[in-house]
């Protein structure tokens, strides 16, 4: 059964960091294109950054190039996602989400567009 499981939330204080794991079971994420997702109460997923399958490209949102890091270790079948600098408005459930036909490219991320998805991790960002 093919499965996310993804941890490293948690509650940190403005300015703080927090690494985030999306580890996958039953699938090779090398072969998908990999994306994280904010999700807020009534708002809309927020597409925040994907990494390219095989060739590792990666796309960021506007608000968070500089701040945020998406990397993926293939021996361990995870993507990470490395956040420093963190904001109150950072503050949300962050879901990992999958595709074998995406490709990310400059294009805001589409949540319609990831066929696979984790239950998410609780960030919050307060002092």
């Known amino acids: 059964q093919s499965q996310f499981v993804e941890s490293g939330g948690g509650l940190v204080q403005p300015g703080g960091s927090l690494r985030l794991f999306c580890a996958a079971s039953?699938?090779?994420?090398?072969?998908?294109?990999t994306g994280w997702f904010r999700q807020t109460p009534g708002k809309e997923y927020k597409g925040i950054s994907c990494?390219?399958?095989?060739?590792?490209?990666?796309y960021y949102a506007d608000d968070i190039k500089g701040r945020f890091t998406i990397s993926r270790d293939n021996a361990k079948n995870t993507v990470y996602l490395d956040m420093k600098n963190l904001k109150p408005e950072d503050t949300g459930l962050y879901l990992c989400?999958?595709?074998?036909?995406?490709?990310?490219?400059?294009?805001?991320?589409?949540?319609?567009?990831?066929?696979?998805w984790g239950q998410g991790t609780q960030v919050t960002v307060s002092s």
């Open positions: 989400a999958a595709d074998p036909d995406l490709y990310c490219s400059g294009a805001p991320l589409d949540s319609r567009d990831f066929s696979a």
């Open positions: 039953g699938f090779v994420l090398d072969y998908h294109a």
């Open positions: 990494i390219n399958r095989s060739d590792g490209t990666t």
